[in-house]
């Protein structure tokens, strides 16, 4: 496993992250497609094992069961310091008013529900997992900045907004002396490069780590385009966010893979780990290869034509996946 800094803070990372929202329990978050928990328990080992120590979830997946299944998981296996632990607030949790956002009411509750259910005192990233476009800024980014004081969050971190809005919440931070954002989770992948015209120059002007969610495009880069999974048929969200166009670049990725010996995610991952924003790509696992595959892509070098290959023929996108 190699590791990076996080954007321009000291705290070192894997290069892989892996994302929790594989497992939980199906009852309680509307995702048929997640894993139990004896699989989150094996997931983890497995990855800890590999060299990798950091680790994503957040609030909303699986009703917190993710962030249950994922604690447990942990500290059976490593001790606190050893890892890297994210987790992130915005999405609803309870119906009602105040169930959901980003005002202090709703962020200094949710840490501590967080916290209780990942069976720790603090996280070491805490993220904003949208822009609230009902609550002020200013309330948003002091509550936030209260949780570090607190010593619940080591760093934080913002999901996908527009640029303008990570750019605002910065200023915001800095103006007042509250702690800034250190880390950008966005949707990025070879399928989906929107977030190249402004974010990710935003990101490195500034220093900002750069942790993708969905790198292989919820498995549409891992397989033809139309293969059918559990989980297509069932992901309503996903369904938005990729188009036919793609399908093209998917089987570029394909044949470039079966060039050189290896699987598609491979490939796809490289690339997105040879683009000098990223940081750190979240990877979902949900069967054993895919952390094999997600660890060996590290090491995989393409060269600068199979660079160019993979991003010839991309499709731009509307804007998807900030809501």
């Keep these: 496993m190699q590791y990076t800094k996080l954007g321009g803070t000291g705290l070192e990372v894997s290069r892989i992250t892996i994302g929790c929202m594989s497992w939980g329990d199906p009852e309680r978050g509307g995702h048929p497609w997640v894993k139990d928990a004896g699989f989150a328990d094996e997931t983890v080992a497995a990855a800890l094992e590999a060299g990798v120590n950091f680790f994503d979830t957040a609030n909303v997946y699986s009703g917190g069961s993710s962030e249950e299944f994922t604690g447990r998981a942990l500290w059976k296996h ?21 169930g959901a956002g980003l005002s202090r009411k709703a962020i200094l509750h949710e840490i501590d529900a967080s916290l209780n259910r990942l069976g720790t005192d603090y996280v070491d990233l805490y993220q904003t997992h949208r822009w609230d476009y009902d609550t002020p800024i200013e309330e948003t980014m002091e509550a936030l900045h209260e949780v570090v004081v607190s010593g619940k969050a080591r760093y934080l971190g913002a999901s996908s907004m527009y640029a303008w809005q990570f750019a605002k919440a910065q200023q915001v931070a800095r103006e007042n002396g509250w702690t800034p954002f250190v880390s950008m989770q966005d949707h990025y992948n070879l399928i989906y490069r ?76 490289a690339w997105l780990l040879h683009q000098p924003a990223v940081t750190s790509p979240i990877v979902g696992v949900t069967k054993p290869e895919h952390l094999a595959d997600a660890v060996a892509a590290v090491d995989l070098e393409l060269s600068e034509d199979e660079l160019t290959e993979l991003s010839e023929g991309y499709v731009p996108h509307a804007i998807a996946g900030h809501r």
């Design 78 to 98: 490593a001790d606190r310091e050893d890892v890297v632990l994210a987790t992130k607030v915005f999405q609803r949790m309870r119906p009602g008013p105040n």
């Design 194 to 269: 929107e977030e190249e015209r402004e974010m990710l120059p935003l990101c490195q002007d500034q220093g900002i780590g750069v942790i993708p969610w969905s790198p292989l495009a919820r498995g549409r880069l891992t397989r033809p385009w139309d293969t059918d999974t559990n989980r297509t048929e069932t992901d309503e969200f996903g369904g938005t966010l990729y188009r036919d166009e793609d399908a093209d670049i998917v089987a570029t990725v394909l044949a470039l893979a079966e060039r050189r010996g290896v699987s598609a995610a491979q490939v796809a991952l």
